[in-house]
């Protein structure tokens, strides 16, 4: 079963910024990258509906170097 993790508004600001600052011409590229789909990303950022982030999206910013730390709570850098 995916784990689940529930996002508030600073957390979205932080994905937003990874999203932006990632380098990727696209969020389609930034989700080919990430091994998610664009429908997905599309899901976690939409505020219509229950905001939360999938564990294959955790998996691929931490393959990508991100820190979760920094991303659920601020601590840290940005990318490990």
Same mark, same amino acid.
Do not use: H
């Given at each position: 079963? %995916?784990?689940?993790? =529930?996002?508030?508004?600073? $957390?979205? +600001?932080?994905?937003?910024?990874?999203?932006? &600052?990632?380098? *990727?011409?696209?969020?389609?590229? =930034?989700? +080919?990258?990430?091994?998610?789909?664009?429908?997905?990303?599309? %899901?976690?950022?939409?505020?219509?509906?229950? +905001? &939360?982030?999938?564990?294959?999206?955790?998996?691929?910013? $931490?393959?990508?170097? *991100?820190?979760?730390?920094?991303? =659920?709570?601020?601590?840290? &850098?940005?990318?490990?």
């Amino acid at each position: 079963k %995916d784990m689940n993790i =529930f996002l508030n508004e600073t $957390v979205l +600001q932080r994905l937003a910024t990874i999203i932006e &600052e990632s380098g *990727y011409q696209t969020k389609k590229e =930034f989700c +080919q990258a990430m091994g998610i789909s664009p429908a997905s990303l599309s %899901d976690i950022l939409s505020s219509k509906r229950r +905001q &939360e982030i999938t564990k294959s999206l955790m998996l691929g910013l $931490v393959k990508n170097d *991100y820190n979760l730390k920094w991303l =659920f709570w601020g601590i840290g &850098e940005k990318k490990n």
